[in-house]
């Protein structure tokens, strides 16, 4: 069973705190992750890649525990900007393919 | 614009009619996944395909949903006898090969049934 599991929020957060988005896979032979960010009705817009242990990006910091199948994503000075649904997404392995296969996203709102 | 391409942004149809989506993957991919999303929902995985081949189809509903990806031209996901319950934003993407790259996403296309 190919599954990603995040937790819906919403997360409401005044500018300039940070958070973090904990997201969990089910199949430990998963190869990699992304965290994709999706605005209200856009398409989904990649925002990280996370191959290894983690990736940083400026105020974006994502880190892969592989023992623990979980993925995070820290975001830092939260800026009003910032205000999307986040998606966990993994290839993931299951009965002798890989799909890509998405969380239904956190919600996080940022407020002034 | 060099992205991935969806025609049409919004689509209406009544029921029973066919309803035809398209989508021209970025310029150098030839990978090509279809999802859905319904209001408040996660995206689905349908389809995935690459030129001339459907390489994986566990995500498609067994009837009236069909997609290709012919040598020229782009993918369509074509929605026959429509449903109320098949109203939903369809993404596509595309990526240059599967295994551990990220896709990329076009604008979706918005299919309201009346």
């Known amino acids: 069973r190919k599954e990603v599991e995040q937790d819906p929020g919403p997360f409401n957060v005044p500018e300039g705190a940070t958070v973090a988005f904990n997201c969990t896979y089910s199949?430990?032979?998963?190869?990699?992750f992304f965290w994709y960010r999706q605005d209200c009705r856009k398409e989904p817009k990649l925002l990280m890649s996370?191959?290894?242990s983690g990736n940083e990006d400026g105020r974006f910091t994502a880190q892969l525990n592989r023992a623990s199948q979980y993925i995070s994503l820290l975001i830092r000075d939260s800026k009003l900007s910032d205000s999307a649904t986040y998606l966990c997404?993994?290839?993931?392995?299951?009965?002798?393919?890989?799909?890509?296969?998405f969380g239904k996203g956190t919600k996080l709102s940022v407020i002034p | 614009n060099a992205g991935v391409m969806q025609n049409p942004r919004h689509l209406v149809r009544r029921r029973g009619q066919e309803a035809r989506l398209r989508c021209s993957p970025m310029?150098?991919?030839?990978?090509v996944y279809w999802y859905r999303q319904l209001p408040e929902e996660g995206l689905k995985f349908m389809v995935y395909?690459?030129?001339?081949?459907?390489?994986?189809e566990s995500g498609m509903p067994k009837e009236r949903f069909s997609a290709e990806f012919p040598k020229e031209g782009p993918s369509i996901l074509r929605i026959q006898q429509v449903v109320r319950g098949d109203s939903a934003a369809y993404f596509c993407?595309?990526?240059?090969?599967?295994?551990?790259?990220?896709?990329?996403f076009g604008d979706g296309t918005r299919l309201s049934i009346l």
């Open positions: 993407a595309s990526s240059p090969q599967t295994g551990n790259q990220p896709q990329h």
């Open positions: 199949n430990s032979a998963s190869q990699s």
């Open positions: 996370v191959y290894s």
């Open positions: 997404v993994g290839w993931l392995s299951g009965a002798g393919s890989y799909q890509l296969t």
């Open positions: 310029k150098g991919h030839s990978h």
């Open positions: 395909l690459q030129k001339e081949n459907i390489i994986d």
